[in-house]
């Protein structure tokens, strides 16, 4: 997290959130993740984590009994699949394997009448694989079923265009790429998924699009907002404006790249574990001798470094993020510490 960002906004005498003054931010802050999101469609602000933002998608856009696709290709694919199960959507799972890349064709065929959409996670990163969304996104219109994304961990990553790949529905947390405090996230709607919103009959309350949009147009949310971390967003949009979207998603990119080079050089013994990467993070396949645990076990008690389990327990890949304020001289000693763990606990195994 980007210690300047948060502490021009923390610091800041906060007016009254239902004064004009703050309306306005609201107002030209969602401007500015329609510009993050790359779409015409003005964002709406939720005081929630990412998979409250799940949640809305599902509620706004499917009535119970409606049919489904989710391509579950780990931990946050299956947050898709429970999440319509909750609310009795009808789910049919594309399982293209831990960090493989789907069959269209498959999915083509999937795609009956009557499939009203397709879920996906952008970025599962469960695996660190980084869907195709603008392929998948052709096959899905095809159809004519509404293509939803989960683009927590992808928006301000990786390049994304919702407009352009014709994704109907996107959301993006605060937390991930943007690098700041978590409890905020961002959801976007195309017009055609807002014609499906109005016809959806089942009950809402906290998660009522309809209510976010018309609250919208006076700059305000329907409930009391984050507004710290409303006015982070706004410092930050202040620094991608000026630098470029293209030049943010480049420092993840370079980050990624600094990482990988380091630790793929420096040992033989390491390589991704998905077929398509993210920028956001690596998932590292681990020498089959050394478990995941052993290594997040050594840079917690060696260098006080916490590493994050991967969801999805297997115990030869380790996950290393590429957001936040990190440089890439750090992801290189991050690399440099891998590949010393690896060694250390191979030498106490012999002992």
């Not at 948060?6 to 703050?22: D, K, N, T």
């Not at 700041?180 to 807002?194: C, D, Q, T």
């Not at 060696?302 to 990190?326: C, E, K, T």
């Amino acid at each position: 997290m980007d210690e300047a960002v948060c502490q021009i906004a923390a610091c800041r005498s906060l007016p009254y959130f239902r004064s004009e003054q703050f309306a306005e931010t609201v107002r030209n802050v969602s401007a500015d993740v329609a510009y993050l999101f790359q779409t015409q469609s003005l964002p709406l602000t939720i005081a929630a984590s990412g998979t409250g933002l799940m949640e809305m998608a599902v509620t706004n856009l499917l009535d119970p009994g409606d049919r489904v696709i989710v391509l579950n290709g780990g931990t946050f694919g299956q947050r898709w699949t429970d999440i319509c199960s909750a609310f009795q959507v009808s789910v049919s799972e594309l399982k293209p394997g831990l960090g493989r890349s789907p069959d269209m064709d498959v999915l083509d065929g999937m795609l009956t009448t009557g499939v009203k959409a397709v879920l996906v996670n952008m970025h599962e990163t469960s695996t660190g694989y980084l869907y195709d969304i603008e392929e998948i996104g052709r096959v899905v219109r095809s159809h004519g079923a509404l293509f939803i994304v989960d683009a927590v961990s992808s928006i301000g990553a990786d390049r994304f265009q919702m407009d352009e790949w014709q994704v109907d529905c996107a959301l993006v947390s605060t937390q991930k790429a943007l690098a700041l405090m978590p409890g905020l996230g961002y959801i976007a709607f195309s017009p055609r998924a807002w014609e499906r919103v109005e016809h959806v009959k089942r009950g809402r309350y906290y998660f009522d699009a309809t209510d976010y949009r018309r609250n919208l147009t006076r700059g305000m949310t329907p409930f009391t907002p984050a507004m710290i971390a409303i006015l982070q967003v706004q410092e930050r949009m202040k620094q991608i404006r000026a630098m470029g979207l293209d030049a943010w998603i480049g420092l993840h990119a370079d980050r990624a790249g600094a990482f990988r080079t380091a630790l793929f050089d420096g040992s033989g013994e390491f390589s991704l574990f998905p077929q398509r990467s993210s920028n956001a993070i690596s998932a590292v396949k681990l020498p089959s001798d050394v478990s995941r645990d052993s290594v997040i076990a050594y840079m917690r008690d060696r260098y006080d470094w916490w590493f994050a389990p991967n969801p999805i327990r297997i115990q030869n890949s380790l996950r290393v993020s590429h957001m936040g304020d990190l440089s890439s001289d750090i992801l290189k000693l991050a690399a440099a510490r891998i590949i010393e763990a690896v060694e250390q606990i191979r030498k106490r195994g012999r002992a």
